[in-house]
């Protein structure tokens, strides 16, 4: 592979694994916080999607109100379901919110599948997030500089928040300790829906960029991308902030590089991330980045 | 005296009453009928040996564990019914067991959420008043909590308990671990702090120590309240001698 050709590759890979970051955020919070892998996380991805499509093409709304509409009820929707689903079961089993967990993926996905059908719609990408351009004889897409400076810019945003402010500090002493927590007279139910809120609205961001990018939206499509982002998620160690986005990088770089460097193989991509986390789950089970606990960056 | 009749309570109006209290865990019952009270500018010591219930009232009064039966109320108002976070709103502090200190952050930041809802301006004149309090805090302000010795840990707990302001500090146990010259000086803290106007429940097993320091004492044995007194009085108790400090 030629040079220029191994950066138009990386600069793929780099924008596929912003995607993934964005996305294992979530899964990475709320482990921190409630120790669950929210497995309907990735369907918040499909929502967001949907209702971007809404705002777009049904209400005719301007672009950026009808990306900020779907981000906020995308937002408003996952804390829903912390509250309808997961807060019920709080001092149950942590099995039984696994579960709740797989059933609300179910219900969100079977929902979109009976009122908005199975047929893929073309997500009607704004004429500012299309088209590309050429430097030194590299062909970007616009997307592809876009999804790793909005990824860039809400993370920062996202650290600066847990790590220098109160509600920050707030969040990671209840990853650490939740009883110690409530004895400070600090209300942890608004904070977990502010996890929640949070993770599912960078969900939500994930969701439109990647309909932006693959522009066929269906019922299911959030289900192989949240995977992926779990998937990055545990590789850089979950309930890891900064592992979350260090897997999510190298897992969306090395993908798209395998594909580019073995066309053949390219039927295999999905089965590649699954052998990866098979891989570090036997050689280093806590992850790239989570070798330090859990409450260190969240 | 009878448990319960508590017949001193000073002419003033008790912060913390508690009527007749029951708790369980599953079926099997951990307090029973505990009556007792905690006058405003007291320190009061539950004395009672390892397993006696002193961690399960102190984690009753505060919420985390459901009562059976009974009443706790605070500041004239029931709290048995309200969750934690609440009860704790209402001037409720407590120093746990085991300190609970969150070692990942800050000394600081330890400080900073036992404030975690005063202004920007009250969180300041707080923390210049802890690190007044306790200068070892101060000198570690941006080090880790975990880093902390066990004495300075407690320090840290108590002043993270302190930051709300609590018109009365609930303390589990805060001389476990802690070496015999340490625990005088926690002691010696505790005075200080009451003197300053707040009002003090203290569980240990350390009765000695306990009961130096406060005004009023109760014994709790397998459950129940044993005994009750004046501080000293019950130190020289026979039966407490006997029971407690080996005599």
């Known amino acids: ?298 | 005296m009878t448990p319960g009749s508590s017949g001193l309570i000073w002419g003033r109006t008790p912060v913390l009453k508690i009527v007749n209290l029951s708790a369980a865990y599953g079926t099997i019952p951990a307090l029973t009928g505990i009556s007792l009270h905690v006058p405003a500018g007291k320190i009061v010591a539950l004395i009672g040996a390892n397993g006696a219930g002193k961690t399960t009232l102190m984690r009753t009064i505060t919420g985390l564990h459901r009562l059976q039966g009974g009443k706790i109320i605070f500041r004239n108002r029931e709290i048995q019914h309200l969750d934690t976070p609440e009860i704790m709103r209402r001037g409720l502090a407590l120093c746990p067991e085991g300190r609970r200190i969150f070692p990942h952050l800050t000394v600081q930041e330890n400080l900073i959420l036992g404030g975690y809802y005063s202004s920007e301006r009250r969180l300041r004149r707080d923390l210049a008043e802890i690190y007044q309090l306790f200068p070892r805090l101060d000198e570690r302000r941006q080090q880790r909590a975990g880093t902390l010795s066990g004495g300075e840990q407690q320090m840290l707990a108590l002043g993270r308990a302190l930051m709300s302001r609590p018109q009365l500090l609930l303390l589990d146990e805060p001389s476990l671990g802690l070496a015999p010259l340490l625990v005088q000086e926690v002691c010696k803290t505790l005075g200080r702090i009451n003197r300053r106007g707040t009002t003090i429940l203290l569980v240990e097993q350390n009765a000695t120590a306990a009961l130096k320091l406060a005004h009023y004492g109760y014994v709790l044995e397998n459950g129940r309240l044993s005994f009750e007194g004046p501080g000293l009085e019950l130190l020289h108790h026979p039966k407490v001698r006997s029971a407690y400090l080996g005599e």
């Open chain 1, 1 to 298: 592979m030629t040079w220029a050709g191994f950066a138009q590759q990386l600069i793929n890979g780099i924008s596929l694994g912003s995607l993934y970051a964005l996305v294992a955020i979530g899964y990475t919070m709320v482990y921190g916080i409630l120790r669950l892998i929210n497995f309907a996380h990735g369907d918040f991805l499909m929502v967001a999607a949907y209702l971007g499509i809404f705002g777009l093409a049904m209400f005719s709304l301007p672009w950026p109100v009808a990306l900020v509409a779907a981000l906020v009820i995308t937002g408003l929707m996952g804390a829903l379901l912390e509250r309808g689903a997961y807060r019920p079961l709080r001092r149950a089993p942590r099995l039984s919110l696994l579960i709740a967990a797989i059933g609300a993926s179910f219900l969100l996905e079977n929902l979109a599948l009976v009122f908005l059908g199975g047929r893929p719609l073309p997500f009607p990408t704004p004429a500012v997030f299309a088209g590309s351009f050429q430097v030194f004889g590299l062909y970007i897409p616009r997307l592809s500089l876009l999804i790793p400076g909005v990824t860039l810019i809400l993370l920062a945003g996202l650290f600066y928040l847990v790590g220098r402010t109160r509600v920050g500090m707030a969040l990671r002493a209840l990853a650490h300790d939740g009883e110690a927590t409530q004895l400070l007279g600090i209300n942890v139910n608004r904070l977990i829906s502010l996890t929640f809120v949070l993770g599912s609205t960078l969900a939500g961001v994930g969701g439109l960029l990647w309909a932006m990018k693959y522009p066929q939206v269906n019922p299911f499509l959030g289900v192989l991308p949240g995977l992926k982002a779990f998937i990055a998620a545990v590789l850089g160690g979950i309930g890891n902030l900064a592992g979350a986005v260090v897997g999510g990088l190298v897992l969306g770089v090395l993908e798209v590089l395998l594909v580019a460097w073995f066309p053949a193989w390219s039927g295999y991509r999905d089965a590649f991330a699954f052998i990866l986390l098979i891989i570090v789950l036997l050689i280093r089970p806590t992850g790239l980045v989570g070798e330090t606990v859990m409450e260190d960056k969240l």
